[in-house]
């Protein structure tokens, strides 16, 4: 496997200011955060290269309790990869101008405002007070504004990709200009639903459809495997490496002490994480000596691609890939 990776989705604390009803992480104001220290270990432990984006969110990562962490973060970052795009997911909370500039000084290009939504705390009046008002602040300090992306599909990503690829042979300065984007958890542009984690499995917040298969999806587990296409996201919760956002119940590779590339290529060994990897848990069934029909017949009966996943996995020796520490599921 090479030594590179597509994108990179890190969550570097569960701090949060809010406690939302469809957070699958179910962070909150006791959440945990790296230390510094964790966190220059984990740098050490990323691959010589991340092709196309690296996201940090939380969590809160503007939270005054770990803004600090986000800078040395993003400050270590750019040491090891040289000048490049580095975005945040924020909800907004503490977000003015004097954080804007902050954010510009550190190195961060892009801001995501992921909070325009009915679960996310509104000091505005309304959501399109909301928008309006997250919108003149960042545009009043020289951010651009990108279109949100109404269906996160691989091929759209790609497509992406290509185009930003094209942009930075062709236009570097205008690649690296400080952009935002400004969208939220409903019905058209996110889930329409959430995973089947956290306040979102204990507050009803999931779409229980065992038609709709996330792992097909962007952050779900598909291509995350794929070495350093801009189809591949991998991602890291604390310290943890999962093949996809919703952070199965076990884990591969505690990336503290273990190189992320070792982690995936342990992963790609097994037939269950080659059937993540092609967006089809179900097949993956076979390694443990169930047909992809009988898992199927399973999806039907709970509903839900994530918690198949999750049974599945269970069935690994623990020792290899241990079991999440998060107490979020089933």
Not at 45 to 56: V, Y
Not at 97 to 113: F, K, P, Q, R, Y
Not at 128 to 141: C, D
Not at 195 to 201: I, M, Y
Request: net charge positive; hydrophobic share 35%; aromatic share 8%.
């Amino acid at each position: 496997m090479r030594n590179e990776i597509g994108s990179l989705y890190w969550v570097i604390t569960h701090l949060c200011d809010s406690t939302c009803s469809h957070c699958y992480m179910s962070c909150g104001p006791g959440g945990q955060s790296l230390t510094e220290d964790e966190a220059a270990a984990i740098i050490d432990n990323l691959p010589r290269r991340i092709n196309q984006n690296i996201i940090l969110s939380g969590g809160e990562v503007l939270h005054p309790g770990i803004r600090t962490l986000l800078y040395f973060i993003t400050e270590e970052l750019l040491r090891k990869y040289g000048k490049r795009h580095i975005a945040i997911q924020t909800n907004g909370e503490f977000l003015d101008e004097a954080v804007i500039d902050e954010c510009l000084e550190a190195g961060i290009t892009h801001i995501s405002i992921a909070s325009i939504d009915k679960h996310h705390k509104n000091r505005h009046g309304s959501l399109e007070e909301k928008e309006r008002y997250f919108r003149e602040i960042l545009k009043g300090k020289g951010l651009k504004e990108l279109p949100s992306v109404s269906e996160l599909t691989p091929e759209n990503v790609e497509k992406n990709a290509r185009l930003g690829n094209i942009i930075k042979m062709v236009a570097p300065h205008f690649y690296r200009q400080p952009n935002f984007s400004i969208w939220g958890a409903n019905e058209d542009i996110w889930l329409g639903g959430n995973w089947a984690r956290g306040r979102a499995l204990k507050n009803g917040n999931v779409l229980m459809d065992p038609a709709h298969n996330f792992c097909r999806l962007w952050s779900g587990g598909l291509n995350f495997l794929k070495s350093g296409s801009p189809r591949q996201e991998v991602v890291i919760q604390l310290s943890y490496l999962y093949p996809c956002c919703p952070s199965t119940r076990v884990f591969i590779a505690d990336v503290r002490y273990e190189t992320l590339i070792a982690g995936l290529e342990k992963a790609a060994a097994e037939p269950i994480f080659r059937a993540i990897n092609r967006g089809r848990p179900y097949n993956g069934a076979k390694q443990f000596n169930m047909q992809p029909a009988q898992a199927r017949k399973r999806l039907k009966e709970v509903k839900n691609i994530c918690i198949l996943c999750d049974e599945l996995l269970m069935k690994l020796d623990e020792d290899k890939f241990p079991r999440s520490p998060f107490k979020i599921y089933l």
